[in-house]
Nanobody
Framework: QVQLVESGGGLVQPGGSLRLSCAASGFTFSFYDMSWYRQPPGKERELVATITSTGSTTNYADSVKGRFTISRDNAKNTVYLQLNSLNPEDTAVYYC???????????WGQGTQVTVSS
């Protein structure tokens, strides 16, 4: 069955870095665009970054542009999010997401917690 499993979150100091991973299974990963979202405490979920199926095109929210990098390795069925120059405002649960089409719809991972300390 379709699975998206995030990992790599944790506690980091302001200015630090993390790399998040999302391992995909149960669908043909290389055919689909992938996205990262995040949900800060008490706030709504927001789009962070997207990457096309081949990795040729990426898009970022203004709040993370220049600091975060989305990438993918289709041979490993994995999408990554490199988080640099982290701020306390980046504290959130980060989710991996894909859109499997009109029949199956969007599919979300369980999320991984990123906490940027004071």
């Amino acid at each position: 069955q379709v699975q998206l499993v995030e990992s790599g979150g944790g506690l980091v100091q302001p200015g630090g870095s993390l790399r998040l991973s999302c391992a995909a299974s149960g669908f043909t990963f290389s055919f689909y665009d992938m996205s990262w979202y995040r949900q800060p405490p008490g706030k709504e979920r927001e789009l962070v970054a997207t990457i096309t199926s081949t990795g040729s095109t990426t898009n970022y929210a203004d709040s993370v542009k220049g600091r975060f990098t989305i990438s993918r390795d289709n041979a490993k069925n994995t999408v990554y999010l490199q988080l640099n120059s982290l701020n306390p405002e980046d504290t959130a649960v980060y989710y991996c997401k894909t859109n499997l089409g009109i029949r199956r719809g969007p599919y979300w991972g369980q999320g991984t917690q990123v906490t940027v300390s004071s």
